[in-house]
């Protein structure tokens, strides 16, 4: 199998090195727009640098890996759905729901396969959250709560680029609780704070937000997150039920401390950003995309399952930037799930 892997930076390192030793996978072609990052990158895996996109659909490959710039994301997702060929891509499909759609509509007017990069499907925390709300160990689940937080913010320069907080990092919450819980959201309510360095409001975004959000069978979630939470990056979700009540994400990293006499000590090491914490479930995602590729398993996150958590991280925004209540009937792009 040949991988064309389209962007460097640092997830396209990751995804590359992980396909690079994949026993399934032949060979890779890499471009970037950086051709030079591409070029040592393919020198130090011992594969093929390529000058640019057309290279990478005209040598041939057998699928695709899209880890560019979100801008580029829809594009080269249609390119590849022209092609025949089945694609990997980071989230979001696009920053805009038009786009989204629009990209969404070639790939299944092709009939070929899109799996979307949500890696904290294939996290064993959030794996075994899943397992155990489906199973009924926690009764009726009446509150969840999920937070994001990371330990430093990003460049000034790419804040205008992202799509803003809920967008770009929460929108990881949102497709978590909706796989976890097997529910929809309902509606939204959410709030956002500048209050942190001015680049926040130069950009128009907001360093810290919170949302309230009522899934379609009553229960209530809230997902906070933050771009500066000096203790370590913290991402757990802590879901209660009548019977139970687990939480993701609390181990001996875990950047929080406890103000008990006899409370666990803080973190000797805390987890320093998601590319460490999430590591094991990077690489599980992308063996699954090799697996789908070669026809062995169904796509675990397809483009609508991306759309929904979009979706969701719109009715956010609106809500945030008109301060009241969103219905997520009144975001375009409807209901459709594969809670399989």
């Known amino acids: 199998m040949r991988i064309g892997v389209i962007g460097t930076g ?62 580029a994301h829809a594009e080269l997702i249609g390119r590849a759905a022209r092609s025949g060929l089945p694609v990997f891509c980071e989230k979001p499909i696009a920053l805009d729901l038009p786009g989204t759609l629009s990209a969404i509509a070639e790939v299944e007017t092709a009939g070929t396969v899109l799996q979307m990069g949500f890696q904290r499907r294939f996290d064993a925390g959030y794996r075994g959250a899943r397992e155990a709300v489906r199973s009924g160990r926690l009764g009726r689940l009446h509150t969840v709560r999920a937070l994001t937080s990371d330990r430093t913010p990003p460049p000034a320069a790419w804040l205008p680029l992202s799509g803003g907080l809920y967008r770009d990092t929460l929108i990881h919450d949102f497709d978590v609780l909706r796989w976890v819980t097997g529910r929809e959201v309902a509606d939204v309510y959410a709030a956002g704070s500048d209050a942190g360095p001015a680049m926040f409001r130069e950009a128009g975004d907001v360093d810290t937000g919170a949302a309230l959000l009522t899934l379609d ?65 990077y690489e599980a995602e992308l063996n699954a995309f090799v697996e789908v590729v070669r026809g062995e398993r169904a796509n675990p996150c397809d483009g609508r399952e991306a759309l929904q958590a979009l979706r969701v991280a719109e009715a956010c925004e609106l809500s945030r930037r008109e301060r009241r209540p969103v219905h997520l009937a009144e975001i375009p792009g409807g209901t459709a799930s594969a809670f399989a």
């Open 217 to 281: 069978d009553g229960t209530l979630a809230t997902v906070t997150g933050a771009r500066l939470n000096g203790a370590g990056y913290d991402v757990r979700m802590e879901l209660a039920g009548e019977l139970d009540q687990i939480v993701v994400g609390l181990d001996d990293r875990t950047p929080i401390a406890s103000t008990e006499p006899t409370g666990p000590p803080a973190a000797d090491k805390p987890w320093t950003g998601f590319l460490e914490r999430f590591g094991p479930a």
């Open 10 to 71: 640092r997830i396209g390192t990751i995804h590359a090195n992980t396909l690079s030793r994949h026993r399934d996978v032949g060979s890779l072609i890499l471009t970037d727009a950086d051709a030079s990052r591409a070029q040592e990158l393919a020198h130090r895996l011992g594969e093929t640098a390529a000058p640019g996109v057309e290279e990478i659909f005209r040598w041939g490959v057998d699928a695709v890996v899209i880890t560019t710039a979100t801008s």
